[in-house]
């Protein structure tokens, strides 16, 4: 069953704007997950938060975390043409396993 | 990049044909995965493995077959492909369950 859900689904922006990417889950969890995925190739991880944290950086990434609302952010500021790709969340709970939203696909205009 | 390898990148194969879709690591890993995904959509997990002779059916149902003989060896076979598999297959693994996933470039399946 899935889990995470990443909202919107594409996202258009000019480059050295930021963009905003949310992803909502059900269940509790142990932690938060973000990959980013270029077109026609395999996921890369970016970042992990755990439920324990609140907010995570990792050069212009900023991700957080609210498990009362269930619910992440990823900011990713002054963005790059190269930043476009797809982006997923995915959350690990008692399931062990790992579980995928639907990503939101990111376009950056030069 | 991460140390997991797929080969092949891309297969068009006729219907009704066996296939086997590789997948090596060079982490020692013990835990190793494979996902399809449809272009443009979420990752759904197929089979995953623990450990050497351990395999164990993901989310989604599927027709193919896995086996774990070793710990870096992984792969996926189709004993007859359909147009229905056409899709593409990605593979990844991982320290632990709750740790980073690292993914393969993936396979994309076309069968005709």
């Known amino acids: 069953s899935q889990q995470g859900e990443e909202d919107p689904q594409a996202l258009s922006i000019q480059e050295g704007e930021n963009a905003t990417m949310n992803c909502s889950y059900k269940?509790?969890?142990?932690?938060l997950q973000w990959y980013r995925q270029n077109s026609g190739r395999g996921l890369v991880h970016l970042i992990l938060?755990?439920?324990?944290?609140r907010e995570k950086h990792s050069g212009r990434l900023r991700v957080t975390l609210d498990t009362s609302k269930k619910s992440s952010s990823l900011l990713i500021t002054a963005s790059r043409a190269a930043d476009t790709a797809s982006y997923f969340c995915?959350?690990?709970?008692?399931?062990?396993?790992?579980?995928f939203g639907k990503g939101t696909k990111l376009t950056v205009n030069p | 990049e991460a140390d997991i390898y797929q080969t092949p990148r891309y297969l068009v194969i006729g219907t009704g044909k066996k296939i086997t879709l590789e997948c090596s690591q060079t982490m020692g890993h013990d835990k190793m995965y494979w996902y399809q995904q449809d272009p443009g959509m979420e990752l759904h997990l197929i089979h995953y493995s623990y450990g050497v002779n351990s395999t164990e059916k993901g989310d989604l149902s599927s027709e193919s077959t896995v086996s774990r003989i070793r710990t870096e060896h992984f792969p996926l076979t189709l004993e007859s492909a359909r147009p229905s598999h056409t899709s593409q297959y990605l593979c990844?693994?991982?320290?632990?369950?709750?740790?980073?996933?690292?993914f393969g470039n993936g396979t994309r399946l076309t069968v005709t």
């Open positions: 995915a959350t690990g709970g008692g399931s062990e396993k790992l579980v």
């Open positions: 938060i755990r439920s324990n944290e």
């Open positions: 269940t509790s969890i142990n932690n």
């Open positions: 990844a693994s991982s320290e632990s369950t709750q740790s980073p996933l690292h």
